[in-house]
């Protein structure tokens, strides 16, 4: 069975735009990410590794296994922007109340006492209700079950 070239490419574009939002969001928009927004970038770094893996082995089968492996880091980040979810909208209580990210260089004291306070139970921003932990749920459980349907599926496009 040949790798879907589709589900290679969406293993390395969904988390490289999810990923790319959420710094976008934080450096161009200010909106500081809490501990366990933090959480839900590791697994799309994870992710976009995997993709990159499976694109320098592209023809080979272990391609299909590292697409897998991508697709579940994407799963996996979305689950846990799932459960953030729920703790912004009070559905559950959270591992964490709040964080805060203190930046490199200068008075270690100053920093940490003028670091913003990013509470993990509030959503710094939302459209149509939706936070962006959820949009990260939404779109990385969706995209991640694609993928694999994609790769059962076993689509004879030309890797």
């Known amino acids: 069975m040949a790798l879907s070239r589709a589900a290679l490419w969406l293993s390395l574009i969904i988390p490289s735009a999810l990923l790319g939002g959420a710094l976008i969001s934080e450096y161009v928009f200010g909106l500081y990410p809490c501990e366990m927004c933090m959480w839900q970038r590791w697994p799309h770094l994870a992710a976009i590794i995997f993709a ?16 897998a492996d991508a697709a579940l880091a994407i799963l996996i980040s979305g689950l846990i922007g799932g459960f953030h979810a729920g703790v912004e909208y009070g559905w559950w209580e959270g591992i964490t109340s709040c964080a805060t990210n203190v930046p490199a260089g200068g008075d270690m004291l100053d920093s940490i ?4 306070l ?8 939302s459209l149509f209700g939706i936070s962006l932990a959820g949009y990260n749920f939404l779109l990385s459980v969706g995209g991640a079950i694609l993928i694999l349907v994609l790769l059962a599926k076993g689509r004879k496009d030309h890797a």
């Open 113 to 116: 006492m003028n670091a913003p």
């Open 52 to 67: 990159l893996g499976a694109i320098a082995v592209r023809g080979r089968k272990l391609s299909k296994f590292i697409v």
């Open 118 to 125: 990013v509470r993990c139970d509030v959503a710094p921003w």
